[in-house]
């Protein structure tokens, strides 16, 4: 199967989207019968392009990271430009994947819906939504805290590869938690009180000698 | 109330948001009320690029240099922020959500647990209402404007505040208007 992924991270290449993609085609490609193109949304002046390159595939798949409770605007361009050049009929097959800051799937469940219907309105078959929380922080990790993650998505990848579907446990095993359970606030709440939760900011305001201003009120009427 | 409209309809010959902005605009001051109205197609409004200095390097600042800052004055003083679009391919312009995101220096980088969710810490005291102004259009249907209400309730919730309502410019501007005092 020839498969078209679209990056819709304004971070392009130096996103969370770009590494958990990295290992989902890693996982794809084991299938020597496959092959993967892709795409970055990040620049408008490329959405014409891929929309084309979009009509003409046969399954496609689109990550983003959620941007204030949805898809972030260049994604939503894209989608634009898709709504004005696409003729009538049929289209891929259309899949995706929405990570996300905040640990929890709710997050992301309204985007969902959104999905559902988008691909509804495309007539395209829906392949549905992998979502996965807590991503933000991966590139500051050591390898230990992320290899499970990235275990994860070369096996969604490469049962991709050979079913064209989604593996609907691996899908469920990375959404992980709806909501925070009582330990888990628990945890958070004990984690707060000592400053854990705060480290990766703090750890970045200092570097950046801004600590002593993380309070600010510039807009303050 | 001070009243801050952000119209982000892309199309200025697709007259009926318009319209609909113009007359409410016209009724709230007849009224007394405050009411600036940004029209956003004719702002320079760029993407945000997920660098995060406005957390970590000039916090409550984004490094971009465009007409946001005009956008931020206006809405921390705002009690109440109408966002106005017209439903394309279900759901706000690429337009009004690129500037929704670019609110993120309005909020402050540390979690907190909110109604048994994580979230963000306020960095302001105090945040305007918001309402949404939607253009059905012909290519959109109730279920569109549901999906996107919903993620506008979830913004809100996210923005430190409310969604107090969702209405349509196919309804009576008086509607608007009731809804409005209501928030
Ligand atoms: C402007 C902006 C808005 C965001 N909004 C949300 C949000 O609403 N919920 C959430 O969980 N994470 C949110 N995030 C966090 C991103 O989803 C997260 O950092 C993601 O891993 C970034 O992926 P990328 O590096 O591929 O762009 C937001 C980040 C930015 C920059």
Redesign the pocket.
Known sequence: MRLLLL?G???GT???????LKHFTEGFLANNNNSAETGYLKRAIDHRKLAEKFTGASAVIIA???????M?GIVKDFIETLGRVRGKGPSPKIGFIV????PEAV??RYVEKYLEKLARRLDAPYLGTVIR?G??G?QAMPPFMTRRLFMAFRSLGRHFGVTKEFHPIIVKKLAAKERLSMVKKAVFRACQSIGLTNMYWNMMLKKNGAFERRFDRPYQP | MNIVILNGNPDPNARELERYIDALTAELAAKGHEVNAHTLRDMNIRS?T?C?SCWVKTPGMCAQHDDMPVVYTSVMAADLVLFASPIIMGFVSALLKRAN??F?PLIHPYLVIDRGE?HHLKRYTRYPELGLILHKGADADDEDIKITSDIYA??AL?FKTTLRFSIQTSQPIQEALHAIAAA
């Not at chain 1, 130096?14 to 958990?20: F, H, K, P, S, W």
């Not at chain 1, 990570?99 to 905040?102: E, K, N, V």
């Open positions: 990056n991270s304004p971070r130096a996103g969370n989207t770009a590494i958990l983003f990271p959620l941007y204030a409770d949805s972030p990570q996300s800051g905040f997050h992301s929380g991503v933000e991966i | 945000c997920g995060w995101e670019r993120i994580c979830r913004i996210n």
